[in-house]
C-alpha cells in the first residue's frame, strides 16, 4: 500500500502513450548481457522488474532469444567501432548507443567497468520514466567526481543520530536486523543517482558498534557488504580510535607505538579477510569527546597515517574527519573561535598525511547550519587529499518535519570561488581533484533515511537525497534540471504538480532561512536535539557557538581589525571581501561581523528591520507552502497527499513560533519598534 512511497523515485509507472510504450518494447524484448558478475545481474534485475512494472506484456530476461534489444557489456567485451569511441571512458564512466543493426535496432550499454553497466541502465530506465525517445540516443557520461559516499550515523540499538525517518534499517537490539531485502532497495536507490562509497555506522563509535571490526560481526558486515557490492557501492566502517584499547587489552592507543602500529595491521588484515574489497575507515578523532591523538601528544597526521599505513597493502582509504574543535569553551572568552578550528588543526599537517588519507571537511567551519560560510580548509592544502562532507539529514534545517530542499545550498557551496589558484578555483574544483591533482578527492554526506515506509519521513525529503547524488555524479547540474527530474519521476507528468512542487522545493531553503536564521546567525535553536526556537539556547554553552545579541547589536566579529582573525584563513579576494563591512554579503554578515540593529544593509533596511521583515515574511511564506499543497488534491495517491500535507501543517504553525520567538527576543532585546508595528509579542 505504501508502494509509491517506498519505491521513491524508482517507480517505473506504466508507460500509457502507445507510441513510445512501441518504441520501448521494441528493446525492452531482449536484455543481453556479456558478462555475468553480480553488478550485470543487478543491471539485468533493475531492466526486468523495471519493464515487467512499464509494460503490459514483455518478457524482457530471453537473453539471446531475439538479436534486437538492450545489450550490456563492459568496455573489453564490445566490439568494433562502439569499442574505439568507448575509449572516453574514465572509471566508472559509460556510454549509451542506439545502434540500428541488419538484425534490427539496438540500444547498447556499454561501461567501462561494470559499475558504468549499472549506471547506464538506470540512466536509460530515467529517459524512459521521461517519456523520452530512445532511438537515436548517444550518451557518453563520466562521473566528476570519483568518491561519491555517503555516511550512515546509524547506532547499533536502531537508533540513528540526528535521523528524522525512524530507526535504522541495518541494526536492532544491538545486532544487524537481517533485512537485506530493505538494504538491497537501499543500494538500488544510491547506485541510480551514483553513489560508490558508504560507511555503514555513526561516526560516534560507541562500545557495541565497536566490535564491528571484530570477527563476532565481521560476517555480518560481509552480508551487507555484498549487497552493496552488487550495486558498484563499497562498504565502509567507522572506527573506534581507542580500539586498540578496548579490543586489543593494550595499554594505549598512541600512534607511534609499534604494538599500537601493529595491532591495526594485524586488524585491517583480518577485516579483509572477511570483505576482500572493504572501503576504509572512517574516522572522527578528538572531536566532541572521541579519543584521538591528541591524548597522546601526537598529531592529527600521526593518527591517520598510522590507520593509512594498515589500510595501504589493501588499497583502503582513511576519511579522517577535521570536525575538530574545542568543546568545552567558556561563553565569557571572546578570542577562541570556533570557527578557526579546523583550519587551525590541520592547515599546518598539509603534505604530512599518507597518499591514501583524505580529510573529511564539512561545508561550513561551524556545523551544518542554514548558513554559514565555506570553511576556508577548501584549497587551503594543496599536498592533501580533501573531501566535502554535506549533510543530507536535515539537522539544523527543520527535522524533515520542515521542508528544506538542500540542492540550492549545495550549489552555492560547490559554487564557491576559493581562490586557491587564482579566479575559478571553486569548492567543486578542489574536491573533484581537477585543481590540485590530488590522489582520491570527493564528496560524501549524512545519510537522510531510515526504516519509515517512505525512507525520509517528509516524502519530499526524498529529492535531497536524490538531489546529493546527482551533483556528486555532476556538480554542473542546475538546480532546476535536478529538481525537475525528480518530480517527473517521483509523481509523474501532471503539469500542475510540476509547477507547484518545483517553485516549493526551489524556494524552500531560502523561506527556512526566513523565519529561522538571520544573516548567518546560527544555533538559536534548543539545545541537543536542535528543533525549534532557542535564541540563547547556546548562547551561555561550552559549544563556542555564540551570536552575542545585546541590547545594541548582534554578530561575531571574525575580523582580522577587530575580531578573532578568522577572515585571515581565506585567501586574500574573499578575505578582504569579509573583512570589509561593505563588500560582506548582507547573508553572511552577521557570521563575520558585529553590528548594531540600526546599521544599513545593501538592502537598504537596518538590521532590525530585516529581522522583523523576513521572520513575517518567512511564516506567511511557510503557510503559503501548505496552499500551494492543498491545490495538489486529488493529483496524487491519497498516501503521499496527507503525508506531505501533514508536514506542511506542522511547518506552518511552528514558523509562527519561530516568527514570533525571534522578534519578540530582538525587539526586548533592541527596544526598537517594527516600522510596520505589526503584533510582536
Ligand atoms: C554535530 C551533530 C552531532 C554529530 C557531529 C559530527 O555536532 O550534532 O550529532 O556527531 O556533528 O559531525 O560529528
Known sequence: EHKKSYDAWLQYEPVMDKSLSGQYQQYARSVEAMETSSIIQSAKQELHHAFTSMFENTAGHDDGAERCGIVLTTV????????????????????????????????YLIGMEEQGVLYAAFHLLRIMQNGSLVDSLNITENPTNQLRMINQWDNMDGSIERGYAGASIFYDKNGFTGDLERIKDYARLLSSVGINGISINNVNVHHVETNL??????????????????????????VNYASPLQLGGLSTADPLDPGVRAWWKEKTKEIYQYIPDFGGFVVKADSEHRPGPFTYNRTHADGANMLGEALEPFAGLVFWRCFVYNCLQD???????????????????????????????????????????????????????????????????????HLCYLVPQWKEILDFDTYAKGKGSEVKRVVDGSLYQPAYAGITAVSNIGNDYNWTGHTLAQANLYGYGRLTW??????????????????????????QVRSMLLDSWSIYENYTSPLGVGWMVNPNHHYGPNPDGYEYSLWGTYHFADWQGIGVDRTVASGTGYTSQYLKENKEMYESLQTCPDELLLFFHHVPYTHELKSGKTVIQHIYDTHFAGAEQAENLKTMWEMLEGRMDGERYRDVLSRLVEQAEHAKEWRDIINTYFYRKSGIKDQQNRKIY
Open 331 to 401: 561563553w565569557r572568552d571572546r578570542s577562541t573561535d570556533r570557527a578557526r578550528a579546523a583550519y587551525d588543526h590541520f592547515k599546518p599537517l598539509d603534505g604530512q598525511f599518507h597518499s591514501n588519507v583524505i580529510l573529511q571537511i564539512k561545508n561550513g567551519p561551524m556545523d551544518f547550519q542554514v548558513r554559514e560560510a565555506v570553511s576556508p580548509l577548501f584549497g587551503a592544502m594543496e599536498h592533501t587529499n580533501q573531501m566535502l562532507e554535506l549533510q543530507v539529514t536535515q539537522e539544523y534545517t527543520g527535522q524533515q518535519r
Open 474 to 499: 555532476n556538480p554542473d547540474l542546475s538546480s532546476e534540471e535536478i529538481t525537475a527530474e525528480w518530480i517527473a519521476r517521483t509523481f509523474g507528468k501532471d503539469e500542475v504538480v510540476h509547477e
Open 76 to 107: 573489453e567485451s564490445v566490439e568494433g567501432p562502439l569499442k574505439v569511441e568507448a575509449a572516453r571512458l574514465s572509471r566508472d564512466g559509460y556510454q549509451i548507443k542506439s545502434v540500428l543493426t541488419s538484425e534490427g535496432p539496438r540500444i
Open 213 to 238: 571490526i571484530t570477527e563476532s560481526l565481521l560476517p555480518k558486515v560481509a552480508d551487507v557488504a555484498a549487497v552493496f557490492r552488487a550495486y558498484g557501492i563499497k562498504t565502509y566502517l567507522s
